[in-house]
């Protein structure tokens, strides 16, 4: 891996017409969204939920259900940040063809993107695990905080992907949502540690890597191998990759360059100095 300066990341953009986009949490954290790993790579908190836990544990739907009706509220307010917003200009002119998030806040597509792939799924969203029905994350709030009228106002310090850090250890009075058309287990539609991508997600991002002509990695570690394998699929087809990042990266032996600064400030300094 080779650091490199930021006029060599303009000769970087300037010289590939279709970049595809790499995201990460270090995009959103300016907008309010924890991360949850430090500039070494390790995880700032303990590992949040895993897919089997929830799927097995009712206690662990209580806990989840309950730490994310007090966390959700202020998750919505987090907005679109210059990262966000520069990059969707970049969409617009051409530069950019896509970007592929590991991040569930859909903060790209409010400032503007036409074409994501989310990963890791969307936090707006439930599934019914049983028959697949979609609802509204809102609509859930709606049913949690009725029917859990304790848990209102509850204090807290917010947590990465509206988690939400409490004092209290015990929900065993928590109520839990059913799916109203079958009565399964209600998830949030996002790929929990321990779960695996669907398919069709995976070969579509493949196949927008194949397309491009360059990757550029922003504000991911790529520490988790949902996210790692697309930056090895382009190395082996010979897509250049370039990363904004200020820590510690897996694989970055891969990459022609890194500049480890402030994803925000450099993509705002990059279109200050790109010739359009």
Request: net charge negative.
């Amino acid at each position: 891996m080779v650091k490199v300066n930021l006029q060599q990341l303009v000769d970087f953009l300037a010289h590939h017409e279709s970049v595809l986009v790499l995201s990460g949490a270090g995009i959103s954290t300016a907008s309010g969204i924890g991360d949850y790993r430090d500039v070494d790579g390790a995880w700032k908190r303990p590992q949040p939920v895993q897919h089997q836990d929830f799927m097995q544990r009712e206690d662990w739907r209580r806990r989840y259900w309950a730490r994310s009706m007090v966390g959700y509220p202020e998750f919505l307010r987090a907005a679109p940040n210059v990262a966000h917003e520069t990059l969707a200009a970049w969409e617009r002119r051409g530069k950019i063809s896509g970007v592929i998030t590991q991040n569930v806040d859909r903060l790209h597509q409010r400032a503007g993107h036409e074409r994501v792939i989310d990963l890791h799924g969307r936090l707006d969203q439930v599934v019914c695990m049983a028959c697949g029905q979609l609802t509204s994350r809102g609509e859930l709030q709606t049913w949690l905080e009725r029917h859990n009228p304790a848990m209102v106002g509850t204090a807290f310090s917010a947590a990465p992907d509206g988690d939400a850090d409490l004092e209290r250890n015990e929900f065993a009075d928590v109520r839990v949502p059913a799916c109203a058309e079958c009565g399964g287990i209600l998830k949030p539609n996002v790929v929990f540690y321990g779960d695996s991508v669907p398919r069709e997600i995976v070969d579509q991002a493949y196949d927008w890597v194949d397309q491009a002509d360059a990757l550029l990695v922003l504000g991911s570690s790529l520490m988790v191998f949902s996210s790692f394998r697309f930056v090895r699929h382009a190395h082996a087809g010979n897509v250049p990759v370039a990363a904004i990042n200020r820590g510690v990266m897996r694989g970055e032996a891969l990459f022609a360059g890194k500049f480890a600064e402030d994803v925000g400030t450099t993509l705002r300094r990059l279109d200050d100095l790109l010739d359009w």
